[in-house]
């Protein structure tokens, strides 16, 4: 999935995503340390920039919060797209920006 959005995307030819499932609890702890929030919540991403221009980036998903496949492959490639530098506001134009729209464009593609 990752890597799918990363060619629709044109990322540079190295780049590479780590996609991680993680228990609830597992979730909780990094929600903690990445963010200083506390719970669960249901995609973390990290994105590391590399010298040659690609990207590397870490996507972590608890799939206990997302509850269905369809959920799994939308926070996999909303993580996804958060590493290539794409964000949202929080709040209700959330569901409005570029960032979603070109999430459930890829997730209509990879779920039929």
Same mark, same amino acid.
């Given at each position: 999935?990752?890597?799918?959005?990363?060619?629709? %995307?044109?990322?540079?030819?190295?780049?590479?995503?780590?996609?991680?499932? &993680?228990?609830?609890?597992?979730?909780?702890?990094?929600?903690?340390?990445?963010?200083?929030?506390?719970?669960?919540?249901?995609?973390?991403?990290?994105?590391?920039?590399? *010298?040659?221009?690609?990207?590397?980036?870490?996507?972590?998903?608890? *799939? %206990?919060?997302?509850?269905?496949?369809?959920?799994?492959?939308?926070?996999?490639?909303?993580?996804? &797209?958060?590493? &290539?530098?794409?964000?949202? *506001? %929080?709040?209700?134009?959330?569901?409005?920006?570029?960032?979603?729209?070109?999430? %459930?464009?890829?997730?209509?593609?990879?779920?039929?």
């Amino acid at each position: 999935m990752a890597q799918q959005v990363l060619v629709w %995307e044109r990322a540079p030819d190295r780049s590479h995503i780590d996609i991680t499932l &993680l228990s609830p609890a597992g979730m909780r702890r990094l929600n903690r340390r990445a963010t200083g929030r506390r719970g669960v919540t249901d995609v973390i991403a990290y994105s590391l920039p590399q *010298p040659d221009g690609s990207l590397l980036g870490d996507v972590y998903i608890c *799939p %206990e919060v997302a509850g269905s496949t369809e959920e799994l492959v939308r926070l996999a490639v909303h993580g996804t &797209l958060h590493v &290539l530098g794409y964000d949202h *506001p %929080e709040g209700s134009g959330r569901t409005r920006s570029r960032m979603w729209r070109l999430q %459930e464009r890829y997730v209509r593609r990879l779920v039929p």
